[in-house]
C-alpha cells in the first residue's frame, strides 16, 4: 500500500473530529437561554459561547455541520448531534437578507466592510457548505 502525505493528513482529520464528535454525543446538553454544558444555544437556537456571546458562532456552526457530515458520510450515523433546526435554518439566520452577507451572529449587523465576518468565522461555514452543497 502506497501511503501519501495527504491520504495520512486526512485520516488523521477524520479521525481526530470523530472523536470529538464522539465525546460531545455522550455528554450533549441542550440549553435554553445559555445553560448547559458543554454546547450552549441562545434564544436563536444557535451555537453560542457560555454567557450567550455570539462572537463565534459562524465558526461554531460550520464546525458543527461540517463534523456531523464527517459522521453521517464517514460513520453512517445520521443523527449524531440532532438539533432543532436544520443547516438551511441555520445560513437563513446567519444571512437573514439573503444577500450573501453573512454574520457571525444575527445580533451583529451586517457593515460594508466585512459584515461582522472574520477569516477565522467564514472558513468552517465555507467547509461545511462545500459538503453540504450549498453556496
Same mark, same amino acid.
Given at each position: 500500500?502506497?501511503?501519501?502525505r495527504r ?5 488523521a482529520f477524520?479521525g481526530a473530529a470523530?472523536?470529538l464528535?464522539s465525546?460531545l454525543?455522550?455528554?450533549l446538553a441542550f440549553?435554553s437561554?445559555c445553560?448547559?454544558?458543554?454546547i450552549?444555544?441562545d ?5 453560542v459561547?457560555?454567557?450567550c456571546d ?5 465558526q ?8 456531523r457530515?464527517?459522521?453521517q ?8 448531534l440532532?438539533r432543532?433546526?436544520?443547516?438551511d ?5 446567519l444571512? +437573514? ?7 457571525r ?5 451586517a ?12 472558513? +468552517?461555514?465555507i ?5 453540504w452543497g450549498k453556496?
Amino acid at each position: 500500500m502506497n501511503l501519501t502525505r495527504r491520504a495520512l493528513l486526512r485520516g488523521a482529520f477524520i479521525g481526530a473530529a470523530a472523536s470529538l464528535l464522539s465525546n460531545l454525543c455522550r455528554s450533549l446538553a441542550f440549553a435554553s437561554n445559555c445553560t448547559g454544558s458543554p454546547i450552549y444555544f441562545d434564544d436563536y437556537k444557535l451555537i453560542v459561547h457560555r454567557g450567550c456571546d455570539g462572537g463565534d458562532t459562524a465558526q461554531r456552526e460550520g464546525w458543527y455541520w461540517f463534523g456531523r457530515w464527517i459522521m453521517q458520510l464517514i460513520f453512517d450515523e445520521p443523527n449524531v448531534l440532532p438539533r432543532d433546526l436544520n443547516f438551511d435554518q441555520i445560513l437563513e439566520r446567519l444571512d +437573514p437578507v439573503n444577500d450573501g452577507k453573512f454574520r457571525r451572529h444575527p445580533k451583529y449587523p451586517a457593515d460594508d466592510k466585512d459584515w461582522g465576518l472574520s477569516r477565522d468565522q467564514m472558513t +468552517p461555514l465555507i467547509a461545511a457548505m462545500g459538503v453540504w452543497g450549498k453556496s
